[in-house]
């Protein structure tokens, strides 16, 4: 069993920056194993996702192509890597955390009696593979004994990118063989709920609110909040799911990510759901009651208090000084 | 529709987090337990579909005794009847081999649909689902908000990233990994409570079902997170430290 292959992710047409960190991971391995980093693209047409990947890359990019893998199915996708990996018997394989790794790669792990090691945020010497655990609260450090191969997810942000390089890869075709009748799920084409309105992306200064605010009623002290800070509101996503506000609002994984100059978090414990959308924050201030919350992991300035206590002072502090 | 909801029981998300002497687990001794998140969704979703399409509802945890503590709380809320695989060492179980000892409880009752949460909130892996549907060669999804019956099969919305969705048709029996957020939970009514008392549990063990705790992979050690950046803790009254940070953000952060 020898190699590395890092399997790349296409969002809208292009390879996304999780996959190029999901290399960046690949190397930590490298260094340690002595091995090379290969890339492995999936697709009905991959050939230009390839050669956008063969410049980055130091080992050979692999092709998966086949028809009934234009669009992801867990089967598919699957029955693919399966085949490939059984050819290849790589080491390890290393793949970006996103909602379509969390969807087929513990079935592909478990194929080869493997357990997929999800979510890392570092790799140590040995291999020993870190990831958080309790929401964030703790971190726990993992290490493998299987006989098949090692599978590692990397959480988003958490190894940095390399800069575009021209290297030039060899790239190769793998031919699955795939029957339709072995695809038992008929994904439909991806919509959104409503129409973006509100485009956080954009703003400078964001106020966000999590289920420290306890009841929709109080949701009026974090509106003059922002006001009085000229900023955007925000939230976590219980206060999504609960509907106190839209869900274009919500900051984190499943909503949007934002790199304002400032992230003011109110009453949110700072989840890694959350942390991953706006960790990249010019200036993150936490406000919580609980020392402990993750968020002040990633906090610049924290006030450890009752929020309903220090937002209406925040606020009329920050009136007094625009005065 | 006969429908099998895997729940598990976590540490309520305020509880106090210590780490234990053998730096592998938390202490539990003080610890409050409650039914994970995610899981309570997927109860939720399967009773509607009960509502709605008739059927049988079955709710099935892992854990040690007290998980029986949640299972009534599932069973109050509207479950029929549960199966609770008594299991001391599930902590240090890998996600296949608690996948493992879920399935092979699950196999025999031959199930139209296995709904999990989509993520525990102690370990968080994940994986539970969609190894189960491995394990019992059916087809699956995750991170599912709704769930419909159609003409041969479910239809359920899925939820993609940065606030994209898609439907997915299904043929049944299937297994799903529902996420948070899709609909309201209920509450258990005194009623259902005191209907919970008389409902069915069946108990078994990990001996039962002919599995051996044999991880692949380990959790060696816990520790508390190190900082990824050095917060300044304004100290003093909320006035006190409402002054500080504006000082702050206009002098140092200069948004203001």
């Not at chain 1, 010497?125 to 090692?150: A, E, I, K, N």
Request: hydrophobic share 45%; with cysteine; charged share 20%.
């Amino acid at each position: 069993m020898s190699g590395i292959f890092v399997v790349i992710e296409e969002r809208q047409g292009r390879i996304g920056r999780i996959s190029w960190e999901a290399v960046a991971a690949g190397l930590v391995l490298a260094h340690q194993t002595g091995a090379k980093v290969n890339a492995i693209v999936i697709g009905a047409q991959t050939e230009q996702f390839a050669a956008e990947a063969a410049k980055r890359i130091s080992g050979k990019v692999i092709r998966i192509e086949h028809p009934l893998l234009g669009t992801y199915t867990p089967d598919g996708y699957s029955r693919a890597l399966e085949q490939f990996i059984r050819a290849e018997s790589p080491q390890f394989l290393v793949f970006p955390h996103t909602y379509q790794v969390r969807d087929y790669v513990p079935a592909l792990a478990a194929r080869f009696g493997s357990v997929l090691i999800g979510d890392v945020v570092s790799i140590q010497d040995g291999p020993s593979f870190t990831r958080q655990l309790m929401q964030g609260r703790l971190t726990g450090s993992y290490h493998s004994s299987g006989p098949g191969p090692v599978f590692v997810s990397v959480q988003s942000g958490a190894f940095r990118a390399g800069a575009s390089e021209s290297l030039a890869a060899e790239v190769s075709v793998f031919d699955p063989v795939i029957d339709s009748t072995q695809i038992r799920t008929k994904p439909g084409e991806p919509f959104r709920d409503s129409a973006q309105t509100v485009d956080l992306g954009s703003a400078q200064a964001i106020v966000a609110v999590g289920r420290g605010i306890r009841e929709a009623e109080n949701l009026g002290l974090i509106q003059e909040l922002a006001t009085a800070l000229g900023a955007e509101i925000a939230a976590s996503r219980p206060i999504c799911d609960n509907g106190w506000l839209p869900i274009e609002r919500q900051v984190g994984s499943s909503g949007q990510t934002v790199a304002p100059k400032l992230y003011l978090a109110v009453g949110i414990s700072g989840a890694i759901q959350h942390l991953v959308g706006m960790k990249g924050s010019q200036c993150i201030v936490a406000v919580n009651k609980d020392p402990d919350a993750p968020i002040f992991e990633v906090a610049h300035y924290g006030i450890v208090g009752d929020l309903f206590e220090v937002v209406p002072a925040l606020t009329d502090a920050l009136k007094a000084a625009r005065q | 529709m006969k429908i099998i909801v895997a729940v598990k029981q976590v540490p309520e998300r305020d509880a106090p987090v210590r780490v234990a002497a053998s730096r592998q687990w938390i202490e539990e001794a003080d610890l409050q337990f409650s039914m994970n998140e995610s899981d309570a969704y997927a109860l939720e979703e399967a009773l509607q579909l009960k509502e709605k399409v008739g059927g049988e509802v079955v709710v099935i945890s892992a854990g040690p005794e007290r998980v029986a503590i949640t299972i009534r709380e599932a069973l109050a809320k509207g479950a029929d009847r549960a199966i609770h695989v008594e299991c001391d060492d599930i902590a240090n179980r890998d996600a296949l081999g608690v996948a493992r000892l879920l399935a092979e409880a699950v196999r025999p009752e031959n199930p139209d649909l296995v709904l999990t949460g989509l993520q525990s909130d102690d370990l968080g892996y994940g994986q539970t689902g969609v190894i189960m549907a491995e394990l019992l060669s059916l087809p699956h999804a995750s991170l599912i908000l709704h769930v419909e019956k159609a003409d041969s099969g479910i239809t359920v919305k899925r939820e993609l990233e940065e606030g994209w969705f898609q439907n997915i048709d299904l043929p049944t029996p299937a297994v799903l990994m529902i996420q948070s957020g899709g609909t309201k939970l209920r509450y258990a009514t005194l009623m259902g409570i005191k209907r919970a008392k008389m409902k069915e549990l069946r108990k078994v063990n990990a001996v039962d079902l002919g599995i051996e705790n044999a991880p692949v992979v380990t959790l060696e050690s816990i520790s508390l997170p190190q900082r990824q950046v050095s917060t300044q803790i304004l100290q003093g009254t909320a006035k006190e430290t409402a002054a500080t940070l504006v000082e702050k953000l206009k002098f140092e952060v200069r948004v203001l």
